[in-house]
T-cell receptor, first 111, second 114 residues
Framework: QKEVEQNSGPLSVPEGAIASLNCTYSDRGSQSFFWYRQYSGKSPELIMSIYSNGDKEDGRFTAQLNKASQYVSLLIRDSQPSDSATYLC???????????FGTGTRLKVLA | NAGVTQTPKFRILKIGQSMTLQCAQDMNHNYMYWYRQDPGMGLKLIYYSVGAGITDKGEVPNGYNVSRSTTEDFPLRLELAAPSQTSVYFCASNLDGANTGELFFGEGSRLTVL
């Protein structure tokens, strides 16, 4: 069973701090990785995708990928109360059309 | 452009009843998915489809059935509803399948089985 694991949290950070969210995956054949944000009672929305080892930056968000360690992370700089949500890591299962989701990390940004 | 539309948004069923959750997308996406999300949990894949007439099981298919007669529609059928099927159901679609990008989600259907 291919798995995606995340710390469920909650992760609490003060406003303006850096929030660091982590995800590990078991499928060594996975080639792409996605971070979704889900506000309470809403559907998930894509915020970052990453395909190559290293860092990818988009505004206040940075995704980091280390395929050798099977680890992907999301950094949120200058965290805002509006960033308070659950962040889901999604990893497509190699050789299939299926996206496998982690359980999500609940982030709380304290004003 | 409506994207992915799910109906109904809320439904209460009695144990043993059956119902169909509707999902339609207007983006001409080939790939469609049904997920369920239990409170405080991630998304579990129920069924998916790679095109009209082609469906396959996900992680938690028991108690559900799907069909895909057109590119646009991907209904999820619950037979003999059980309390364990109380959940929020999300339909999603994607143009080219896994590894190539964004899943577009519907707003979800909240189902309670009593």
């Amino acid at each position: 069973q291919k798995e995606v694991e995340q710390n469920s949290g909650p992760l609490s950070v003060p406003e303006g701090a850096i929030a660091s969210l982590n995800c590990t995956y078991s499928d060594r054949g996975s080639q792409s990785f996605f971070w979704y944000r889900q506000y309470s009672g809403k559907s998930p929305e894509l915020i970052m995708s990453i395909y190559s080892n290293g860092d990818k930056e988009d505004g206040r968000f940075t995704a980091q990928l280390n395929k050798a360690s099977q680890y992907v992370s999301l950094l949120i700089r200058d965290s805002q109360p509006s960033d308070s949500a659950t962040y889901l890591c999604a990893v497509p299962s190699s050789g299939t059309y299926k996206y496998i989701f982690g359980t999500g990390t609940r982030l709380k940004v304290l004003a | 452009n409506a994207g992915v539309t799910q109906t109904p948004k809320f439904r209460i069923l009695k144990i043993g009843q059956s119902m169909t959750l509707q999902c339609a997308q207007d983006m001409n996406h080939n790939y469609m998915y049904w997920y369920r999300q239990d409170p405080g949990m991630g998304l579990k894949l129920i069924y998916y489809s790679v095109g009209a007439g082609i469906t396959d099981k996900g992680e938690v298919p028991n108690g559900y059935n799907v069909s895909r007669s057109t590119t646009e529609d991907f209904p999820l059928r619950l037979e003999l509803a059980a309390p364990s099927q109380t959940s929020v159901y999300f339909c999603a679609s994607n143009l080219d399948g896994a590894n190539t990008g964004e899943l577009f989600f519907g707003e979800g259907s909240r189902l309670t089985v009593l």
